[in-house]
């Protein structure tokens, strides 16, 4: 083939992939739906249920809270919830859920209080970001999840 031929390939098709219909915006039954699973996750992990807190994340997620590495498997996200310290308090709030198609972004804020065995109670607050993905089967999943504590690092 010739550089001409590859050069007009390549034309061709960037401009069907350019050609594609835009993602439609997210409706509002995506973002309630969003917000239902966000409430589904808080629910969850404050009765200690880890296959409901579980089931709101996509089996592929990657979880990023502070001070540990980032948890890229299943079976580290499900390590870690079992190792949190209970909570006597879990608030989430959505700020921003914006999206497209299948792919969405909440943005917001989280406070609570857990209960570390033979301690005193702790309380933190601070910002997230997720990333939701909507499966083949319609139902909206976290696919990643980053938090940062907004109190003072230790010195």
């Given at each position: 083939m010739t550089l001409r031929g590859s050069v007009s390939i390549a034309l061709l098709v960037f401009v069907a992939g350019a050609c594609q219909p835009a993602a439609p915006d997210l409706t509002e039954a995506d973002v309630s739906a969003i917000r239902e699973a966000s409430a589904t996750y808080v629910r969850t992990a404050l009765a200690r249920d880890e296959a409901g807190w579980m089931a709101v994340s996509?089996?592929?997620?990657?979880?990023?809270?502070?001070?540990?590495?980032?948890?890229?498997?299943?079976?580290?996200r499900s390590a870690w919830f079992t190792a949190f310290p209970s909570m006597t308090s879990l608030v989430v709030t959505p700020v921003e859920i914006v999206g497209k198609g299948d792919l969405a972004f909440a943005r917001g804020t989280?406070?609570?209080?857990?209960?570390?065995e033979n301690a005193t109670p702790i309380t933190d607050s601070g910002s997230y970001v997720e990333i939701w993905r909507k499966g083949t089967d319609g139902v909206w999943r976290i696919s990643r999840d980053i938090f940062n504590s907004e109190l003072p690092v230790a010195q």
């Open positions: 996509a089996d592929d997620a990657v979880f990023m809270p502070p001070n540990v590495p980032r948890l890229e498997t299943r079976e580290a989280y406070s609570f209080t857990m209960m570390p």
